[in-house]
């Protein structure tokens, strides 16, 4: 089993839609929690950022943690167009020292004006 | 705001040629770590870096591979000897002190190996 699983996509949805983006993971020592936006041949950009379970929002973006089923989404509100873009899931390995992130493999998502 | 840089912005290589991919980690963060991501796959780690030493590298990061943080700004990849499945977009990020959990990441080198 991978440790972190992605649904690639691509996904499409018309502006003005909500945007459900998943992620289950393997490892219950997992406890950070990241989504990451990745435009074209771009550096991963941090969206957001969750500890342990529950949500967190941020204007159009709310982030979910559910532990117990090792289950992480984003959600978006109103897509625009801007919003097309790669989106990764990620979180942090507790086992280094340093908390190397390990990334799922990213849903390609469309926003149609 | 302050953002994480890299240069260059694509390399091309011949296989067998050293490399040296550049970054300029945010200036406050003491944690800097390297990944790369083959066209079409996942973003991989290859190795941390803090005060100076490297904290943890991946199966990937062998003997080819070298990190050095040669002024208090820069912070440098080095492959020794390039193959041509070291093609890829290579991620520089950075951390600042007790939030490792969250890394900021430039805008990558795309390195082309020939």
């Known amino acids: 089993q991978k440790e972190v699983e992605q649904d690639p996509g691509p996904l499409s949805v018309p502006e003005g839609a909500i945007v459900s983006l998943n992620c289950t993971y393997s490892n219950s020592a997992f406890q950070y929690f990241m989504w990451y936006r990745q435009y074209s041949r771009k550096g991963p950009e941090l969206l957001m950022y969750t500890y342990s379970s529950g949500n967190k929002e941020d204007g159009r973006f709310t982030a979910q943690v559910d532990k117990s089923s090792k289950y992480i989404s984003l959600f978006i509100r109103d897509s625009q167009p801007s919003d097309s873009a790669t989106y990764l899931c990620?979180?942090?390995?507790?086992?280094?020292?340093?908390?190397?992130?390990?990334f799922g493999t990213g849903t390609l998502l469309a926003v149609q004006p | 705001e302050p953002e994480v840089t890299q240069t260059p912005s694509h390399q091309v290589t011949q296989m067998g040629q050293e490399v040296i991919l550049r970054c300029v980690p945010i200036s406050n963060h003491l944690y800097f770590y390297w990944y790369r991501q083959i066209l079409g796959q996942k973003v991989e780690f290859l190795v941390s870096?803090?005060?100076?030493?490297?904290?943890?590298k991946s199966e990937i990061f062998d003997d080819q591979f070298s990190v050095e943080r040669p002024d208090g700004s820069n912070f440098t990849l080095k492959i020794r000897s390039t193959k041509l499945e070291d093609s890829a977009m290579y991620f520089c990020?950075?951390?600042?002190?007790?939030?490792?959990?969250?890394?900021?990441f430039g805008p990558g080198t795309r390195l082309t190996v020939l």
């Open positions: 990620a979180m942090s390995d507790p086992g280094g020292a340093t908390n190397k992130l390990i």
């Open positions: 870096f803090y005060n100076n030493e490297i904290s943890e």
């Open positions: 990020a950075s951390s600042e002190w007790g939030r490792t959990d969250t890394q900021y």
